[in-house]
Nanobody, 119 residues
Framework: QAQVEESGGGLVQAGGSLRLSCSAP????????MAWFRQAPGKERELVAA????????YGRDSMKGRFTIARDNTEKMVYLEMNSLEPDDTAVYYC????????????WGQGTQVTVSS
């Protein structure tokens, strides 16, 4: 089972930026498809961004495109989510997840990191 741990959340004013980090130090990290999800209070969990083992990226809502950037570092076994121009609606717990390992579906989640955007 892959271990997943997020960090980098916090409180930021609207218009500010945060960089979330996800550590997934598995032996086969380079084969992992990874994703960030988020869940706001009273709302369903939603996809923020995903990145495949070979670097193909997908973003959730259109409002995330251009503001959020997902990237990975296979050497460090890390995935990052750079978030700019943050809005109060971005307030949520952000989760990192391993979606597949070497092409086999997986479902490993971190504990989440809180992002709070004040107006």
């Amino acid at each position: 089972q892959a271990q997943v741990e997020e960090s980098g959340g916090g409180l930021v004013q609207a218009g500010g930026s945060l960089r979330l980090s996800c550590s997934a130090p598995g032996r086969h990290f380079s084969t992992y498809n990874m994703a960030w999800f988020r869940q706001a209070p009273g709302k369903e969990r939603e996809l923020v961004a995903a990145i495949t083992w070979n670097g193909e990226v997908t973003y959730g809502r259109d409002s995330m495109k251009g503001r959020f950037t997902i990237a990975r570092d296979n050497t460090e076994k890390m995935v990052y989510l750079e978030m700019n121009s943050l809005e109060p609606d971005d307030t949520a717990v952000y989760y990192c997840t391993v979606q597949s390992v070497a092409g086999v579906s997986a479902d490993f989640w971190g504990q989440g990191t809180q992002v709070t955007v004040s107006s």
